[in-house]
């Protein structure tokens, strides 16, 4: 079956940078594009952007521009984000997502990350 | 960018009770709109896709419309279950958004 599995929480400080991971499985990686979505606490969902699997082209929406890095493991069918100088207002669960608002979209479990001092 | 206004903030019905949640979008989206149910501590889950189409395996008393640049989702009959935040989101430009979301809880 079609799964993603997002790494573990993650407690950091501010200034240090966090690397979390989203591996698919049940599915060809570089058939469908990976989303990002920030959900701080008892707040919306935020689109952060998006990336091709397939030519590894990332997608920013503005407030995620400069310290934020989509990136793959391709032949590990993996998504990473990775979150540098990190800020007490990251603090956030990120989902990954499979092409979210298709009848086939499948997310990750989120992945808590809480910085603070 | 593209304003999603999803009203109510938040709703209080009663079991069987028909509940309307609405997104206005600031432009045209198209069918390009998505309706999303989420419990606490759990991911999004799809309920109605390209506005009107439920998606795989959600109930059939899930429905959603669309009028021009407004978009609703309806629940006909209220169940227990049924309770969590629904949000509205719009994939027709970059950046995609969602809607600032409806807590739907039971009287």
Same mark, same amino acid.
């Given at each position: 079956q079609i799964?993603?599995?997002?790494?573990?929480?993650?407690?950091?400080?501010?200034?240090?940078?966090?690397?979390?991971?989203?591996?698919?499985?049940?599915?060809? *990686? =570089?058939?469908?594009?990976?989303?990002?979505?920030?959900?701080?606490?008892?707040?919306?969902?935020?689109?952060?952007?998006?990336?091709? =699997?397939? =030519?590894?082209?990332?997608?920013? !929406?503005?407030?995620?521009?400069?310290? *934020?890095?989509?990136?793959?493991?391709?032949?590990?069918?993996? !998504?990473?984000?990775?979150?540098?100088?990190?800020?007490?207002?990251d603090t956030a669960t990120y989902f990954c997502a499979r092409s979210p608002g298709y009848n086939s979209d499948y997310w990750g479990q989120g992945v808590m990350v809480t910085v603070s001092s | 960018d593209i304003q999603m206004t999803q009203s109510p903030a938040s709703l209080s019905a009663s079991l069987e009770e028909i509940v309307t949640i609405t997104c206005q979008a600031s432009q045209d989206i198209g069918n390009w709109l998505a309706w999303y149910q989420q419990k606490p501590g759990k991911s999004p889950q799809l309920l109605i896709h390209s506005a009107t189409s439920l998606a795989d395996g959600i109930p059939s008393r899930f429905s959603g419309s669309r009028s021009g640049t407004q978009y609703s989702l309806k629940i006909s009959r209220l169940q227990v279950e049924d309770t969590g935040i629904y949000y509205c989101l719009q994939r027709y430009s970059n950046p995609w958004t969602f809607g600032g979301g409806t807590k739907l809880e039971l009287k």
């Open positions: 799964q993603l599995v997002q790494s573990g929480p993650e407690l950091k400080k501010p200034g240090e940078s966090v690397k979390i991971s989203c591996k698919a499985s049940g599915y060809t *990686f =570089t058939d469908y594009a990976m989303h990002w979505v920030k959900q701080a606490p008892g707040k919306g969902l935020k689109w952060m952007g998006w990336i091709n =699997t397939y =030519t590894g082209k990332p997608t920013y !929406a503005d407030d995620f521009k400069g310290r *934020f890095v989509f990136s793959l493991e391709a032949s590990a069918s993996t !998504a990473n984000l990775q979150i540098s100088n990190l800020k007490n207002e | -």
